[in-house]
C-alpha cells in the first residue's frame, strides 16, 4: 500500500518543483466574483465534488477566464499536474490540421489564443514557451483525443457550442483520476446547427441532477468584459 503513495508523492513534488523553476509573475491568482452568477461558477470551478462543470453564456461574463483562473491556481498550488487546452477547430474541414504549417501548438494557436491569453497576464511567454515543452500545458485538438485518458489534469473545452454531441461525449469520457473538466460556450453563437450542437445536447441530457456534473449560467448581467457589449449583444438579439 505505500508504494502507490510515494508515487503520486513524488508526481507532487516534481510539479512543486516546477512551479519554483518557473518565472511566475508577481501576480497572485485571485478568483474574485462580480455578480452572483459568477460566485456560482466559481464555487463550482473551486468545489473537488465536481468533476464536471459546464458554464455557458454570452461574451464577456468570465466562462473562459475564470475557468483559466481556476486551472492557474489549482496548478500552482501543486493539485494538478498539468492544464489541457481544448476547442473545436472551425474553419478547419473535419478539424484535419495535417495540411497545415507547424507543429500541433501551431496550429491549434488561432484557436486556443484565447486561453493563453490568460496565462500571460501570470506567467512570461518564455515560462509558458517551457511548460508547452515539458507539457505541463497541453494544447489537444479534439480530433486526437481519441483512446486517451487525462489524469490529475484540469481540462478546459472552450467555445464548445461549435463541438458536435459526439465529440462533447469523446471529451467528456477522456476525465481520469484526480482530473477536472470545465466546459464553456455560448449557444448563441454557434456554428452548428440545433440538432448538431453539443452544448445544448449535453444541457438538455442534463435536466435531472447527477452528482459530480454541474451546469452554470450566466446572463448579460454578468457581462463584464465592456460595458457596451451588452447593447451589442441587444443590437443582434432579433438576428437568427
Known sequence: MSKPKKKVQRRK???????????????????????????????????????????YGPAGTGKTYLAMQAAIKQLRQGSIERIVLTRPAVGVEDEKHGFLPGTLEEKMAPWTRPLLDVMREYYSTQDITRMLENQVVEIAPLAFMRGRTFKNSWIVGDEMQNATPGQMKMLLTRIGEGSKIVITGDVEQTDKRKKDNGLIDLCGRLQKSIAGIKVCELNSNDIQRHRIIESVLEMYSDQD
Open 13 to 55: 513534488n516534481s510539479v512543486v518543483n516546477f512551479n519554483q523553476a518557473v518565472k511566475a509573475k508577481v501576480r497572485e491568482t485571485h478568483l474574485i466574483p462580480k455578480s452572483v452568477n459568477q460566485e456560482k461558477y466559481i464555487l463550482g470551478l473551486l468545489d473537488e465534488k465536481q468533476d464536471i462543470l459546464i458554464a
